[in-house]
């Protein structure tokens, strides 16, 4: 028997099958040299986990070699204190907070070696891949921003606009490693991440793992950082941790070296940045007001002021996120437990809100289908299952 959730750590690497003989007993005679296994109903199929096409695995490495080994060097941190050269980034919020403007202004930072929010950054070649913004507004944005910051030169940055461009990003991958394999980026923004999850679900370990294993293959190809736009789930963000925000499976939140998030605050227009990163000591959160058309520091302002924090506002926010996933239709509660799921809460906490929504009458029980839906005047009773 495959173990399902063994292999999905290795997804999409190739696999190949591999046997493996029964254990010799003591009247099994011992070859002198090994000979292929014929296939037996005693042994066992394993599902063994192949490199990437022409790429070898690396060397087994004896700790005392490895710790005296001065040659190694950490990469070049791109962001100082939040990104190194060779890894992975996402930057993640709800909709429509300003992620492209962000990271435009990420790239522009970088290329021209100016600050980044609060960050000094390296001086680099930036490739910007751009699959949902129309190419003139693109434009329209760079000249903004360029003027806004008093920049002109954007020589180092290369935008690639694949609006409209359907494809999956396993093949979309080898096109973006043949054109740029005689250049050397920094860093390569992936805007916005959902634009590349055709034939994948956001939702499951194996799809998302796939595409991270994609996108790793992007960052060894090209020893280029790579940073890409998430989204939040839908609901109230704030009752969350920060890492645990964004939509869809947490192979999202582990998956990537360093991760960036905005939440929105309590002040109108402004956003509490949290990061976690794998590799750096831990960033004090703080807080940016969109002032068009970039974000600014906001010192006198507390991150830990999120929209919807406290108070019965924020409870009722959160039962109504709950409830908004029986507006496409009846769900079973097994099914709606799975929805609540995928969205970031427990078992334990849905069947709290669950309970909530039933005693608020808000929730209806049909028991002839079993299903439950949105509760209106006149409408079903609500019924414990």
């Keep these: 028997m495959v173990n399902k959730g063994w292999g999905s750590l290795w997804s999409p690497a190739p696999f190949l099958l591999e046997f493996m003989p029964p254990e010799p007993t003591s009247s099994t005679p011992k070859p002198d040299h090994q000979i292929p296994a014929p296939a037996s109903s005693s042994g066992v199929l394993c599902l063994k986990p192949a490199p990437w096409p022409g790429k070898p695995l690396p060397q087994i490495d004896p700790g005392d070699v490895l710790l005296a080994d001065q040659t190694l060097a950490a990469p070049c941190e791109i962001v100082s204190g939040l990104l190194h050269a060779g890894t992975k980034a996402v930057l993640a919020s709800c909709s429509k907070a300003g992620k492209t403007w962000l990271l435009l202004d990420l790239a522009i930072s970088i290329t021209t070696g100016t600050p980044f929010l609060k960050w000094a950054t390296t001086a680099g070649r930036v490739l910007f891949i751009n699959f949902e913004i129309h190419r ?56 916005p991440l959902y634009k590349l999850m055709i034939g994948r679900s956001e939702n499951t370990a194996d799809g998302v793992n796939s595409l991270c294993q994609s996108i790793e293959r992007l960052v060894a190809e090209t020893g280029a950082a790579v940073m890409y736009a998430h989204h939040y789930t839908k609901g109230n963000a704030s009752k969350k941790k920060a890492m645990d925000r964004m939509s869809g499976s947490g192979v999202f939140a582990r998956d990537a070296d360093t991760i960036i998030t905005l939440t929105e605050h309590q002040e109108e227009g402004c956003y509490a940045v949290e990061t976690a990163l794998r590799n750096l000591p831990p960033q004090p959160s703080f807080v940016v007001q969109w002032t068009y058309p970039v974000m600014v520091e906001r010192p006198d302002l507390d991150p830990a002021d999120l929209k919807g924090v406290s ?59 079993r299903t439950w839906t949105r509760a209106t005047s006149g409408g079903l009773t609500s019924l414990t299952v």
Excluded: C, M
């Design 311 to 369: 108070g019965d506002h924020a409870q009722n926010d959160d039962l109504e996120f709950v409830l908004g996933l029986l507006d496409d239709g009846p769900l079973t509660t097994a099914d709606w437990q799975k929805a609540a799921e995928v969205e970031g809460y427990s078992r334990a906490t849905f069947f709290r809100k669950k309970q909530g929504l039933e005693t608020g009458n808000r929730a209806a029980f049909d028991p002839e289908t």
């Design 136 to 191: 003139a507004f693109i434009q329209q944005r760079l000249r903004t921003l360029t003027t806004g910051k008093g920049l002109v030169d954007l020589s180092h940055l290369s935008v690639w606009t694949l609006r409209g461009q359907a494809a999956d990003f396993d093949t979309l991958l080898d096109e973006i490693t043949a054109r740029i394999q005689n250049e050397r980026y920094s860093l390569i923004i992936l805007d």
